[in-house]
């Protein structure tokens, strides 16, 4: 690899304290974004409770801890600045998005059941937001998959530029 290849790399990469402090940074938001999901399902729950007389389930505590793992295993695996940012960019979305929802959540439902004898949320948003954040997952793991792919062809031809550069004409 010559000089000037390898102080390209160097500009391109991400500072390691930076790139520390984007993924810590994405890892906080989406457990405040868990925080604020919890939150938003109690208020609905209660809203609901007030309007109809009867209390909606909630997500269970584990459950929402394992969607946060979900989340947490490609923004750790990040390896390039543009998936570091990528991850950062949409960590910021879910906050944003998941404060929308908080808001919403305190919407009453305008019927307590539907014509099956059930109930669908249509007003508190949590449905939409947990659409948004399977697409969010969804992201996160291409944009994982693709930066290692991206990794593995560099490393590879790095490894058979070395291995072609020292090899030793056959006598």
């Keep these: 690899m010559t000089e000037q290849a390898q102080d390209r790399d160097a500009r ?24 604020i999901y919890l939150y938003a399902q109690s208020v609905a729950s209660n809203v609901f409770m007030e309007a109809c007389g009867r209390k909606l389930p ?23 600045k543009a998936v570091v940012s990528v991850h950062a960019i949409f960590a910021s979305l879910a906050m944003v998005f998941a404060l929308f ?19 669908e949320d249509h007003v508190s948003g949590i449905p939409v937001f947990g659409f948004f954040l399977v697409f969010v997952a969804f992201i996160l793991y291409f944009s994982l998959v693709l930066d290692w792919f991206v990794w593995s062809v560099r490393k590879a031809a790095q490894v058979l530029t070395h291995v072609i550069s020292n090899m030793r004409p056959i006598r």
């Design 58 to 80: 909630t997500t269970p505590l584990e459950k929402v801890g394992i969607g946060l793992v979900i989340f947490l295993i490609p923004v750790v695996l990040a390896r390039s």
């Design 101 to 119: 929802t908080a808001f919403t959540a305190s919407t009453p439902p305008y019927e307590c059941y539907t014509q099956a004898g059930s109930y």
């Design 12 to 35: 391109e990469e991400l500072n390691p304290r930076a790139r520390f402090v984007c993924k810590l940074s994405s890892g906080l938001a989406y457990c405040i974004v868990a925080g």
